[in-house]
């Protein structure tokens, strides 16, 4: 079992900046590849990063690339999602998830998941 629990989120302005963190527990951390996802409401979660277990892979959606940037530290059993130029579209639920695949896109792949954090961005 791995515990994920995420946090940082909140309300910003359109052009500000938010690190979302996702602190692991349970199994060794950096045997997992991370991702991190978001579902804003009516819609279906959607693949925003994701992660190899050393680090060195990133990989992201279009609609993100650019602007987000992933990382982790596995000294620390910890996943970041540092977030630029926030635009109001970027307002969802942001979930991190861990996998025994390699960066894989797809929600239902991943093993793992933490509760969510929510993050906001006004106009």
């Known amino acids: 079992q791995v515990q994920l629990v995420e946090s940082g989120g909140g309300l910003v302005q359109a052009g500000g900046s938010l690190r979302l963190s996702c602190a692991a527990s349970?199994?060794?951390?950096?045997?997992?590849?991370m991702g991190w996802f978001r579902q804003a409401p009516g819609k279906e979660r959607e693949f925003v990063s994701t992660?190899?277990?050393?680090?060195?892979?990133?990989y992201y959606a279009d609609s993100v690339k650019g602007r987000f940037t992933i990382s982790r530290d596995n000294a620390k059993n910890t996943l970041y999602l540092q977030m630029n130029s926030l635009k109001p579209e970027d307002t969802a639920v942001y979930y991190c998830?861990?996998?025994?695949?390699?960066?894989?896109?797809?929600?239902?792949?991943?093993?793992?998941w933490g509760q969510g954090t929510q993050v906001t961005v006004s106009s």
């Open positions: 998830a861990a996998t025994r695949r390699l960066l894989t896109p797809t929600p239902y792949q991943y093993d793992y």
């Open positions: 349970g199994r060794t951390f950096s045997s997992y590849a």
């Open positions: 992660i190899t277990r050393s680090g060195e892979g990133t």
